[in-house]
């Protein structure tokens, strides 16, 4: 399963550091989204680009800033994370988001652990 | 705002049986119904989908209902196996996409 790929597969940072998520599409989609999967909880879409454009920002708080500088990637800038924020991100892809109803493929996520 | 409401959390079915998750949505113009499944340590991936003008679908094993006025839908996966297990989701779109928060599908030996 190789269509979304994202990088890395762990990460364990500190409140104070600053990093970067990767995600990367080889469907020739063009809309790409990240969302937060925590325990017992719904999965929380947290942006949504179209065309590289954001066309959705689900009140997420400004430590994480997403950037998307064409359709096959995406990032998720991290910097002054809580403890809270540990989570699985997962990145997704569709052939458009204008339809919401477009089908979605997963990455694999990236496990975030913030100390 | 929007929710969805997943029942059971959890549920164990002997292998050979059939095991039914049901959803609720609030969005009365919620018009499509997609259902992941995420096996361990693996990625969501879409199993079947519904869309508002079917009221049922079926893939092998799988099945769908979607019942629009009482605005619910279910899955159905009949004669489980051990590769069933795994946590399914089920969501509910309209201009956003809103999941529930999972159900842990155990298929006992």
């Known amino acids: 399963e190789t269509g979304v790929t994202q990088t890395p597969r762990h990460l364990v940072m500190g409140m104070t550091n600053k990093k970067s998520l990767k995600c990367e599409q080889h469907l020739g989609h063009n809309a790409m989204y990240w969302y937060k999967q925590s325990a017992k909880k719904p999965l929380e879409l947290m942006f949504v680009y179209n065309f590289k454009e954001q066309t959705e920002n689900n009140s997420v708080p400004s430590r994480f800033s997403p950037e998307c500088p064409n359709s096959s990637h995406l990032f998720l800038h991290l910097h002054t994370l809580q403890p809270e924020d540990s989570a699985l991100y997962l990145c997704?892809?569709?052939?458009?988001?204008?339809?919401?109803?477009?089908?979605?493929?997963f990455g694999p996520g990236t496990r975030l652990t913030v100390l | 705002g929007e929710n969805v409401e997943q029942h059971p959390s959890t549920l164990s079915v002997q292998e050979g049986d059939s095991a039914v998750i049901k959803c609720t949505y609030s969005?009365?113009?919620?018009?499509?119904f997609p259902w992941y499944k995420q096996e361990l340590g693996k990625r969501p991936q879409l199993i079947i989908d519904i869309r508002s003008n079917v009221g049922e679908k079926k893939d092998q094993r799988i099945a769908v209902t979607l019942n629009k006025t009482a605005k619910h839908f279910s899955l159905h996966i009949t004669e489980t196996q051990p590769e069933d297990s795994a946590v399914y989701f089920c969501?509910?779109?309209?201009?956003?996409?809103?999941f529930g928060k999972g159900t842990r599908l155990h298929i006992l030996p």
């Open positions: 969005d009365s113009a919620s018009n499509y």
């Open positions: 969501a509910a779109v309209d201009d956003k996409i809103i």
């Open positions: 997704a892809s569709s052939h458009t988001s204008g339809a919401a109803t477009d089908t979605q493929y």
